[in-house]
């Protein structure tokens, strides 16, 4: 691949705090980009298969699951190989399918065919790991949380709010920072936006794409050009 010039580090947190205000100011409404129609179950299905797959992919399938499967019961009836069929153009479409199945039947038998809200339990369903736990807290529960992927972990050490490689210990500063409400549905990249060097590190901090409901008519290229104008060159170079 070949290298790109690198955009400059941005000079610690209160930068990044900046950035945290000026992206809440420009984008209030930001919500999960997974269309789940506020029903938990919904959503947890969605994040399960969102995992190394674009949240566009995964809502253009689940229409059809959650009309088949429109709650857990229904989907603890069915076989691996129907819902395997159904959403077998995500990425690892076998452990998917298997893990839904069985998330399915957990919640039937332990948890009354409801999603739970405590962090442990959540866990516990095949699956889930603390990432998905914290997406359902937060966007259901509305409890303080902090969901750490590749790109939050990327943008939090890059705007200088964390030091930390383990997820966990990410999660623990940027709580620290208060950043849960505001900061990481923020910092989502597509993965054929961002252009990176050989070392594997983005080269475009103004490639930052938001996980927001936004106007069906306003391009992805819009976004990337607002925040560019509006962030990376008007407000975050007073703060440098």
């Known amino acids: 691949m070949k290298k790109t010039t690198e955009t400059p580090s941005l000079p610690g947190t209160e930068a990044g705090r900046t950035l945290a205000r000026e992206l809440e100011k420009l984008y209030p409404d930001a919500l999960c980009s997974l269309e789940y129609g506020g029903d938990p179950w919904k959503l947890l299905v969605a994040a399960r298969l969102s995992a190394q797959c674009t949240d566009r992919r995964v809502n253009l399938i689940t229409p059809a699951l959650f009309s088949r499967f429109p709650t857990p019961e229904k989907m603890a009836e069915a076989t691996q190989d129907q819902i395997f069929e159904l959403v077998k153009s995500v990425s690892y479409p076998n452990s998917k399918s298997a893990h839904l199945l069985g998330l399915a039947q957990k919640l039937v038998s332990d948890f009354g065919g409801m999603v739970p809200s405590d962090i442990d339990d959540l866990q516990t369903l095949p699956g889930v790991g603390r990432k998905t736990a914290n997406v359902i807290r937060g966007n259901i ?9 590749t790109h939050v972990k990327r943008i939090s050490k890059r705007l200088g709010f964390t030091k930390q490689d383990d997820p966990t210990a990410i999660e623990k500063d940027l709580m620290k920072e208060h950043l849960y409400g ?12 961002v252009e990176y060097d050989e070392e594997g590190k983005p080269v ?3 490639a930052v794409v938001l996980s927001t409901q936004h106007d069906p008519d306003v391009t992805q290229e819009q976004i990337h050009e607002d925040i560019k104008k509006y962030v990376f060159d008007a407000i975050l170079p007073q703060n440098m």
């Open 204 to 206: 475009r901090l103004e």
């Open 182 to 193: 505001t900061y990481v549905p923020y910092v989502g990249f597509e993965g054929n936006t």
């Open 141 to 149: 529960y509305g409890d303080p949380s902090i969901v750490v992927d």
